[in-house]
């Protein structure tokens, strides 16, 4: 949480940062892209929980910082990684704990943090308050528009169908069409936006046709669960857990509409000045990953905690996901900036994105990506 003189620090800055926008070459409507963009991180600063008991590694507070490598209380480098809650490898590396165990050699010390969702995690990869993300297609986007010099490092497989559209379980609409004009929550710049833009456009029908409710994934929940909105795009757990406590049932999922991927990402300064660090994680995240795909049980049993759904329930979802890393490839890159000009042709980012300055060369990809990674082209 937040103290005080943090939140008054961050409003300064801020308002030094309006004050640049007064420029003449600052449009009115970059000014409102890049307000909202960061009110949107504050407010996940502020709702953030509190740090985890069982280590002095795991953090939900965001320090602030510069976009550069940071020092711990026992003066080792920092290297701080998003924390997943979902049934991800990611996840799985932090409870196996061997990322901590890789990276000590080295100097580091590994924190995981937690965030609502990718906006918010780039948002403090912007201002270096975190190191590693891992999000979807569209936050990078958007936070390519608002000035961040973020680098892609590796993407991951599809992996559509843990991402639904949620409506109530009596809920009388059966179809997209039947979404006209109601209430429909999801994260901004997230893979629940985007694919509920895809699904929409795929019906004849366009984001207007619907009132968009922007809302963090914590926050949709509840709006969901009360009856507030008419449907929510989100990703599972979620979507599990609402189809579990029969509060919703699943109008479409992302199986035959995703045509993205996901990305690890982090800020440049961050990657120039780490290249051996980010090496080994990888390494750790490609087997960690391969793991979670040879071992559907015992991942079961480990992330069940993490995802507050029973073991059970966890073996039927191992079958929703594929497995191990993918490299960054042109057509990757191509994907990429359609999503981008997408959101510029819909006017939900104030600039046109070049999506390849955050993208490296591919001799850069092959010093830190494994090679058994970059032999799945």
Known sequence: MLNLKQRINRMVNFKAQLANWKRPQVTRRSALFFLGYSLAFSTTLVSCGSPSTNSTQSSSTVPSASPTSSTSSNGKKLFRVVRSKQLTALAVLEKQGTLEKALEPLGYTVQWLEFAAGPQQLEAIKVGALDIASTAESPPVFAQASGTDLIYLATTPTNGKPVALLVPKDSRVQSIKDLKGKKIAFQK????????????????????????????????NVAFSQGKVDGWFIWDPFVTRSEQSQVGRVLLDGENLRDTTNFYSTHRRFAQENPEAIKVFFQEIEKAEIWTRDHPKEVAQLLAPVTQLSPEVLEIMHDKYEYGLRPITPAIIAKQQEVADLWYSLKLVPVKVDVKKGFLTPEEYAQFTPQEVLARK
């Open 189 to 220: 710049a997230s893979i629940g936006h985007y694919l509920l833009v895809k699904a929409l456009e795929r019906e004849g029908l366009k984001l207007s046709d619907v009132e968009s409710v922007f809302l963090t994934p914590p926050d949709a």
